[in-house]
């Protein structure tokens, strides 16, 4: 399983990212630790993941773990709690690597290769309890809990999509294809992040 998807994501979506991509505003207006940001953000988050794919979906759910290294300046703290919802599923493991650059004491440019945990599951998307792991997501950063630090990929190769929500801020979408983004861009074009808008209508708007 882990291989398949991995070969799949570097042949298609390297460093799980695609030149085909939407991203939504979820929290906003909403001051940040309110419940009005959070409910919002809920809401918006599983209505884009509901539209995207159906129950019936085969995904893979690809899971990048930093450990201890997760965000400092918060923490993750409550670390097991994604695969306590995951529990039953059968999970398999790879170490990745991430590249990073730092100065030494003189002044050179050193590569320092940073080391995370890779989990990958597959099934049906109704066997994935998706709104809880959303919420998890979308508590994070917001002091609240139970969260989740890790970052969580869900993968189909089927429609070839590879969704992501990084925090309560947005969620970003990948795709081989515009036609496949389209009606996402039609339909909650409300709720595309304004910062890029420009970007995105070049993409999706009719000649």
């Known amino acids: 399983m882990k291989k398949e998807i991995i070969e799949y994501l570097d042949n298609h979506f390297p460093n799980l990212s695609g030149e085909v991509h939407i991203r939504f505003e979820l929290g906003e207006p909403y001051e940040n630790g309110s419940d009005q940001r959070i409910e919002q953000v809920n809401q918006r988050v599983v209505t884009i993941f509901e539209e995207i794919f159906d129950q019936e979906d085969l995904i893979f759910v690809y899971i990048k773990d930093w450990g201890s290294q997760d965000d ?56 994935f309890p998706y709104k809880q792991i959303l919420e998890g997501i979308s508590h994070y950063e917001q002091g609240r809990e139970p969260s989740i630090g890790q970052s969580v990929f869900f993968v189909s190769k089927d429609k070839d999509v590879v969704f992501h929500m990084y925090d309560d801020r947005g969620c970003i979408i990948h795709a081989k294809s515009k036609e496949r983004l389209k009606p ?24």
């Open 72 to 127: 400092p300046m918060f923490g993750n703290t409550t670390p097991d709690y994604l695969y306590e919802l995951l529990d039953g599923k059968v999970i398999e493991e790879e170490i990745g690597f991430e590249l990073d650059e730092d100065e030494d004491e003189a002044g050179n440019t050193i590569e320092i290769k940073n080391e995370y945990g890779i989990k990958i599951l597959n099934g049906r998307v109704s066997s």
């Open 184 to 207: 996402l861009y039609l339909k909650y074009n409300d709720w595309i992040v304004d910062y890029w808008r420009d970007y995105f209508d070049s993409i999706f708007k009719e000649e």
